[in-house]
């Protein structure tokens, strides 16, 4: 079956990411396939690529990148079985998991042991494709990512695994490479409308629901004018959900490493030292404290979620509790999702707070999944409050309350 360049865009993503020296692994690749492809544009001249296909495809592969003079045909190399492959830090699974799986599940331990300890095995998976033991076994263990590609026929899900001698559940990092090596991870759920704005997917999926049901009521009854509604309701609802693109999504160097930026936008609440102990046996700093900036959206800010701070996921967890208004001091309380972050200055904890109204909060990252600084990982649908946490004494605050803030690029502290 064949792979769509969304699907394959999401597979490399972890390899094209890296910035510094990295090896990669495309498993069954014809030249031409859009894995191999993409992971040949991620290539710079200190990285190295082994490609596993079968002889006609290899023949293929080399002749083009002669042909073409390539630098890269110095850092291809190209065998005809997995068992002849080196380890790699990114192996990348070139042809979907269909419904017949039993291939993918015979070579599991083997693509296993070609993963550098600490790297990424990405693949795609039809929605049809069965949910073997072995395989639910491993998301459930190593997966610190999965992406719905509905740009792709059929719709396929992109898997993300850590493979490592430690569990992502030990809370430890394990991350093969620095996460301030790495550029924003590509987000499927970041649909472009324009170069500089995204929707994200809810939006979509809310405004095409709205229009649906526009379509239907003007089919149902022709004279009526109640389809206007429902259409006129998809833009602002679409509006909510926009997704712009920020500074931090470039894919540059970090130039203010100590610099930790806002992760949401609003306005600042309040900046105080706490003790927070809904979070310290997750964090192992019971009784500590802690740096907390919080910031208030109201329903025309942009609820996108970024990290503050370049790190590895070590521990994502809800806490249950209220749902009154944000800028009240009952919000302390209400039901929240907190992402502790680690990095080589201490760990930071965010905390998506909900408000009084629908009180969704969406999280897409998982413990073992490492994050750039500004990248997207989750949204809170409508009044919402985000907490950035910083161990007391690391850091000073940069903002005072009442300051307005972007995600991805407004400076809210510095480390000391």
Not at 44 to 72: K, N
Not at 205 to 231: C, D, E, Q, Y
Request: proline fraction near 6%; charged fraction near 20%.
């Amino acid at each position: 079956m064949p792979i769509s360049k969304a699907a394959a865009r999401g597979i490399t993503d972890e390899f094209a990411r890296r910035r510094g020296p990295k090896s990669g692994l495309v498993v069954g690749a014809a030249w031409g396939n859009p894995v191999l492809t993409a992971a040949l544009e991620a290539l710079m001249p200190a990285d190295r690529l082994t490609v596993v296909a079968d002889q006609h495809s290899i023949e293929d592969l080399q002749a083009s990148l002669s042909a073409e003079g390539s630098w890269t045909a110095g850092i291809v190399t190209a065998v005809a079985a997995l068992a002849e492959a080196e380890p790699a830090e990114d192996v990348m699974l070139a042809a979907p998991v269909t419904v017949e799986a039993e291939a993918f599940i015979d070579d599991i331990a083997l693509l296993q042991e070609k993963v550098v300890s600490g790297g990424v095995l990405s693949f795609a998976a039809t929605l049809t494709a069965p949910a073997r033991e072995e395989i639910a076994e491993l998301v459930a263990e190593y997966g610190i990512g999965t992406d719905l590609i509905v740009r792709s026929f059929p719709p396929v899900r992109i898997h993300k695994l850590r493979i490592g001698s430690a569990s992502k559940h030990e809370g430890e990092p394990r991350s093969v490479a620095s996460p301030e090596e790495l550029a924003p991870a590509w987000r499927a759920s970041s649909v472009a409308v324009t170069p500089n704005l995204h929707l994200d997917s809810n939006g979509v999926i809310a405004a095409g629901l709205l229009l649906g049901t526009a379509w239907a009521a003007k089919r149902i009854r022709p004279s009526s004018k109640a389809w206007v509604v429902p259409a006129l309701a998809a833009v602002p609802v679409a509006a909510f959900f926009r997704d712009p693109q920020r500074e931090s999504d470039l894919r540059g160097e970090d130039d203010e490493p100590e610099a930790v930026l806002a992760a949401s936008d609003g306005r600042i609440m309040a900046i105080e030292t706490v003790v927070d102990e809904r979070f310290g046996a997750a964090t192992g700093t019971a009784g500590a404290e802690w740096l907390r900036i919080a910031a208030y959206l109201s329903i025309t800010d942009v609820h996108i979620n970024r990290a503050p701070v370049a790190g590895e996921v070590v521990d994502v967890f809800t806490e249950k509790g209220g749902y009154a208004k944000v800028g009240t001091a009952d919000a302390e309380h209400n039901a929240a999702c907190y992402t502790v972050v680690a990095t080589p200055r201490g760990r930071v904890v965010v905390a998506q707070r909900t408000g009084a109204v629908l009180r969704r909060i969406v999280n897409r990252t998982k413990p073992g999944a490492a994050l750039a600084k500004g990248e997207r990982y989750g949204l809170i649908r409508f009044g919402s409050r985000t907490d950035v946490y910083l161990p007391a004494g690391a850091a000073e605050a940069a903002v005072a309350p009442g300051d307005p803030v972007r995600a991805g690029e407004t400076v809210i502290a510095r480390w000391t």
